[in-house]
């Protein structure tokens, strides 16, 4: 049984009922970012590091929020939510599919919509900073958003497994992405942290795909290691992740 098609049409058929509430999110969720994050940090910041003016250098780093927020969720709300009422998973996993068939199926499935949002959210923030990019570098940032879109699902997964509250899993969610989207240069560069700490920050998966993204979009250059790296992270975690759904599930 090819579990991503089922995974998919399950999740189109989540969001066409919930389609008024998703689409308002895409449209203002970027809008409130921007206006919450970036719009008061230009005046500050005004240039970056790298020359480039602020409203466009935080433009990758915008989009990546957006990313983050659109693979973390879907997995809280279908693991954790949904458990107590249809436990979707938990009949996979009692199916003849191995464990980690069903974590790469729904990794795999959720990964269009990330790409999707993550579009909507690039060019709605171009639109509100009053330039816009070079467009098909911009349509490779998305490779790098794809692979951050299966480290913060499998993130989810395993948090999402590993907690039995809501609140908890909401309160390690917020910690989590507050470190990564200030530590990684998202927002502001890395070089503004001390020494000690944006060396350490720099190896971080999630600051080496934003750098790839933004030397391909800004300089035209393609770095292997800023994706590289992140993708084989991102693959070891969804092997772990699926020892650990065989554990839950076995319990």
Known sequence: MNLIPIYFRRRLWILRHLWLSELTLTLLLPVGIYVSIAAGLNSLVGVSQDG???RDWVVPGLVFVIALIAAYFPVFVEIFENRKIHPFLESVAASPNSSLTIVTAFTVSLLPEVIVKSLA?????????????RIFPFFGLMFFVLILGALVINLAFTVTILTSSSVLNLFVAFLISFFVVFASGWIVPIGSFPP???SFFSFLPTAQLLEGGRKLLFHNQVTFLTWLVPLGVSLVWIILNSILFRKVNTV
Request: charged fraction near 0%; hydrophobic fraction near 60%.
């Open 196 to 198: 000690s700490l944006s």
């Open 52 to 54: 480039i003016p602020f």
């Open 121 to 133: 959210a690039g060019v709605i923030v171009q639109l509100l900073g009053g330039s816009i990019l």
